[in-house]
């Protein structure tokens, strides 16, 4: 299930290699928000970590701005 996409223009480009982790019931999905070189960003998603469809998009506030 894709929970992130491209959408911002700091991470028009791609969404990809994301790493998850929990700390205080939120579970922080961080992802490569554009490619290698000057313009790499790094975007963050977070949601509950329980009572949550994890696989549902709707379940994660993808920040608008990079990290």
């Known amino acids: ?3 992130v996409t491209p959408e911002y223009p700091w991470n ?3 969404a990809e290699g994301t790493n998850v ?3 205080n019931g939120k579970l922080y999905l961080m992802f490569s928000g554009s490619g290698v070189g000057i313009t790499y960003t ?3 998603a977070v949601a509950n970590a329980t009572g949550s469809d994890l696989t549902d998009p709707a379940s994660w506030k993808v920040l ?3 990290i």
Request: without cysteine.
């Open 21 to 23: 982790t929990l700390h």
């Open 42 to 44: 790094t975007g963050l």
């Open 12 to 14: 028009v480009n791609i």
């Open 1 to 3: 299930m894709r929970i």
């Open 64 to 66: 608008n701005y990079p």
